[in-house]
Nanobody, 128 residues
Framework: QVQLVESGGGLVQAGGSLRLSCAAS????????MGWFRQAPGKEREFVAA????????YYADSVKGRFTISRDNAKNTVFLQLNNLKPEDTAVYSC?????????????????????WGQGTHVTVSS
């Protein structure tokens, strides 16, 4: 079993920044890729970013590329999402997820079916 707990959300003005954290339980955390997704009110869940087990590979949705940065600290079983230059359209519940695969090259990081454990999410609200 893996438990994922997000934190770091909040209310921020447009142009501001937040740093989200996702703390994972379980000794196998460092073996798996991790992803961040978000769901805005009334909308479908969408992919935000993913990172390989080592942190050496990352992948971003076009909508956040250049503004958001995903990273991880395997010693602390934590994955991070730095959100910069936030826009009102970034308002959503952000959730982290653990990939089923241990191999970066064999899975589609933007597809939610590739993930088997999900956190409850943390709210991010960006005011204009």
């Amino acid at each position: 079993q893996v438990q994922l707990v997000e934190s770091g959300g909040g209310l921020v003005q447009a142009g501001g920044s937040l740093r989200l954290s996702c703390a994972a339980s379980g000794r196998t955390f460092s073996s798996y890729a991790m992803g961040w997704f978000r769901q805005a009110p009334g909308k479908e869940r969408e992919f935000v970013a993913a990172i390989s087990w080592s942190g050496g590979n990352t992948y971003y949705a076009d909508s956040v590329k250049g503004r958001f940065t995903i990273s991880r600290d395997n010693a602390k079983n934590t994955v991070f999402l730095q959100l910069n230059n936030l826009k009102p359209e970034d308002t959503a519940v952000y959730s982290c997820a653990k990939a089923r695969s241990t191999s970066w090259g064999t899975y589609s990081p933007s597809e939610s079916y590739e993930y088997d454990y999900w956190g409850q999410g943390t709210h991010v609200t960006v005011s204009s």
